[in-house]
């Protein structure tokens, strides 16, 4: 192969690798299965083919076993996620110690950085096992009134509901998690790589968590590249003289030539190099998502997919509004251009209510949705009507909601670094309520009523 054909064929993989690599994020990360037919065809219809491929071909067992274990694998909580984890990391690390550590130091890289790969690889583990040990936080009774920090804002949190599941109050800002089966304050999503919820009391955790990871894989491809760059001073590579093995054509090397000779030559490296460099660029996109959420909008991600459906309700209800006020409109001026005037020329097919001094806009949402690393996944909005209500009656809608819990910049950031519940007044409040509930016998926690637990709050602040 002549070296016009290596490098036109390598320039072809880079492409193809770029097209395939941006298709699988967009099919499995970004896309909606509801809206993209790509993706449901990838995530809904490829996965019904093969179950009916393993029933007709091994039978039902067979097919229910498989899809019981894969039920397993991604609706319940286990450590396999973590496993993956642990093995690219600690493999990645085994390779840096191994086939990096050997050419550290360099000229671009002082004797320091051996010290810097220690720290940051006990960083890391540390971070993770931290991450997947600490508690979100946990709703039950007896912690009403540690975790009622937040008022209820009528749209995504209603006041005076009970969950089904755990039988204890709803507050606002929290949700039930299908997969660790708890009520979680201030819920956030629950993350498969630690196998935890990410909540009120260990949000800031999983930050730390995600910025070390997210320099670990940046440090470890600077680190390789300024390695590649030394092996090519120490090798002359720019100034040597290669060879083409069919022709015996003697050429100096371009940048494309020097790469193919480090790929092969150093596999493992680039492998870390690549590997280190993707990771990077997804953990940016996810810090940068989390860092608008908290600084921007004051939300938590499992309040960002809900307030983005009841956003668009609310769009769909008031253009309906608009449009039937419209038709109204040039329904009377048309009768009354023919001078026909009748007891119900106010009115149109579809009655609308113009009283805007009680509107308020109430969207209805599920609260059954799991939401992920990658987001959550809600019922559409033409399922979300109520069906008590007139459907002939159009309401307006009023004003565009307002997120409640947006308190600024600064604000938003102290409630995430020092979280309400273990703020030091919040603490002396939990351990008097506790010593309160060793004394009143006639109570017990588990039957105290939230009017009793707010009563008590009030009087202790």
């Not at 998690?177 to 979680?184: A, F, H, Y």
């Not at 919040?426 to 009793?452: M, V, Y």
Request: hydrophobic share 40%; glycine share 6%; net charge positive.
């Amino acid at each position: 192969m002549s070296i016009n054909e290596l490098n036109n064929r390598s320039n072809t993989q880079f492409l193809y690798f770029s097209v395939v690599f941006a298709l699988v994020v967009y099919i499995c990360i970004f896309a909606n299965p509801s809206t993209s037919k790509l993706a449901r065809r990838f995530r809904v219809n490829l996965p019904q083919m093969i179950m009916n491929f393993l029933t007709k071909s091994f039978g039902s067992k067979f097919s229910d076993s498989i899809s019981r274990a894969f039920h397993q694998l991604i609706y319940k909580r286990n450590p396999v996620m973590q496993i993956i984890y642990l093995l690219i990391v600690l493999g990645g690390w085994t390779v840096a110690f191994h086939s990096a550590y050997p050419y550290i130091p360099n000229p671009y890289m002082p004797r320091w950085h051996r010290f810097c790969g220690y720290v940051l690889f006990l960083l890391c583990m540390v971070s993770f096992f931290k991450a997947a040990k600490t508690s979100p936080g946990i709703i039950t009774g007896r912690t009403l009134s540690r975790f009622n920090n937040y008022p209820y804002d009528g749209i995504m949190y209603i006041p005076n509901q009970i969950c089904p599941t755990t039988k204890v109050p709803k507050l606002a800002r929290s949700k039930f998690d299908r997969m660790t089966e708890r009520n979680v304050p201030r819920f956030d999503h629950y993350c498969v790589w630690i196998d935890n919820a990410i909540g009120e009391e260990n949000y800031r955790v999983f930050l730390v968590f995600l910025l070390i990871q997210w320099v670990m894989c940046l440090y470890g491809v600077m680190a390789i590249y300024l390695i590649f760059k030394h092996i090519c001073d120490e090798m002359n590579l720019f100034n040597a003289t290669f060879v083409d093995s069919k022709t015996g054509k003697e050429f100096s090397p371009s940048k494309m030539i020097i790469f193919h000779f480090l790929f092969a030559r150093f596999m493992p490296l680039f492998g870390m190099m690549l590997l280190m460099g993707i990771m990077g660029i997804l953990l940016t996109g996810f810090i940068g998502f989390h860092l608008y959420l908290i600084l921007i909008r004051g939300m938590t991600t499992n309040e960002f997919y809900k307030w983005r459906q009841i956003i668009k309700q609310y769009k769909q209800v008031k253009a309906d509004y608009d449009l039937h006020a419209k038709e109204s409109q040039i329904s009377l001026t048309s009768q009354e251009g023919k001078g026909v005037v009748t007891e119900d020329s106010n009115e149109s097919s579809t009655s609308l209510d113009h009283n805007r001094s009680s509107q308020v806009f109430s969207p209805r949402l599920p609260d059954t949705d799991t939401v992920g690393c990658i987001g959550g996944t809600t019922e559409s909005i033409s399922n979300l009507s109520d069906s008590s209500e007139d459907s002939t009656k159009i309401k307006d809608p009023g004003t565009m909601p307002v997120h409640l819990y947006n308190l600024g910049m600064l604000e938003n950031i102290k409630e995430v670094i020092f979280p309400f519940s273990l703020r030091p007044q919040n603490q002396r409040l939990w351990a008097g309520w506790e010593i309160e509930e060793k004394q009143d016998k006639a109570i017990p926690c588990k039957r105290r009523t939230l009017s009793q637990e707010l009563d008590y709050a009030k009087k202790h602040y």
